[in-house]
């Protein structure tokens, strides 16, 4: 079992609707990611958050919204997606900031825009 | 930018036969190295990292990986492989100065016949 949690597993959305996918981890870690992944295609970083400060954004269209409301706590709030946002949405975390450290991944969410 | 090249998208192996996933990065500066595996239905999971020093490192399962830096590379190795080792195999770079934007290559699909 992963240690970084993510729910919900599946989600199924119009592209009026509001929805948030949330992770979680108890493993101290200061650091967590949003990352996409399309079918048969790696994973792209979205964002990093390092001490709960939004430290990168990778030029990610504003109907995503990321928050960290506190150190163990990731959600990615969403609204007006597009069908190409139709993809799996992977949170990690790692120990600090630092270049060297490795993420732990959860499962992901698999997002469906109708 | 940093990038990262897999050159084997699938790849098939009988049962005890040697494994050897090809890694290719193009950043020039200082880099840390990963090789991510994710089996069937389950979260990306760290095989090993390089990060300095013995340019040869082991991993968990029998998996070690070498760092060429003259090659630019980090290939993954297995001396013989078990129908368990079917998954994705994923290597990553993360170039100190970029801080903590970890980029995957595309995947090498691995199965392992038995």
């Known amino acids: 079992d992963t240690e970084v949690t993510q729910t919900p597993k599946h989600l199924v959305m119009g592209m009026t609707n509001k929805k948030s996918l949330k992770c979680e981890q108890h493993?101290?870690?200061?650091?967590m990611y949003w990352y996409k992944q399309k079918a048969k295609k790696p994973p792209e970083l979205m964002f990093v958050?390092?001490?709960?400060?939004?430290?990168i954004n990778e030029s990610v269209p504003s109907r995503f919204s990321p928050e960290c409301p506190n150190s163990s706590l990731l959600n990615l709030h969403l609204h007006a997606l597009q069908p190409e946002d139709s993809a799996l949405y992977l949170c990690?975390?790692?120990?600090?900031?630092?270049?060297?450290?490795?993420?732990?991944f959860g499962d992901g969410t698999r997002l469906s825009i109708l | 930018a940093q990038s990262v090249s897999q050159h084997n998208h699938h790849v098939i192996l009988s049962e005890a036969a040697s494994l050897e996933l090809g890694c290719n990065y193009s950043?020039?500066?200082?880099?840390?190295l990963f090789w991510y595996v994710q089996y069937p239905g389950q979260h990306l999971q760290l095989l090993l990292k390089?990060?300095?020093?013995?340019?040869l490192v082991k991993g968990i399962k029998g998996f070690e990986a070498e760092f060429i830096k003259s090659k630019f590379s980090f290939n993954l190795r297995k001396p013989s492989v078990q129908w368990s080792d079917t998954a994705e195999y994923f290597c990553?770079?993360?170039?100190?100065?970029?801080?903590?934007?970890?980029?995957f290559g595309a995947g090498t699909i691995l199965r392992v016949k038995s």
């Open positions: 990690a975390s790692s120990q600090g900031a630092i270049s060297n450290q490795p993420q732990h």
């Open positions: 493993m101290g870690h200061r650091a």
């Open positions: 958050y390092s001490y709960e400060k939004l430290s």
């Open positions: 390089y990060f300095s020093g013995d340019p």
């Open positions: 990553a770079v993360n170039a100190r100065e970029y801080g903590n934007k970890l980029v």
């Open positions: 950043y020039g500066g200082t880099v840390n």
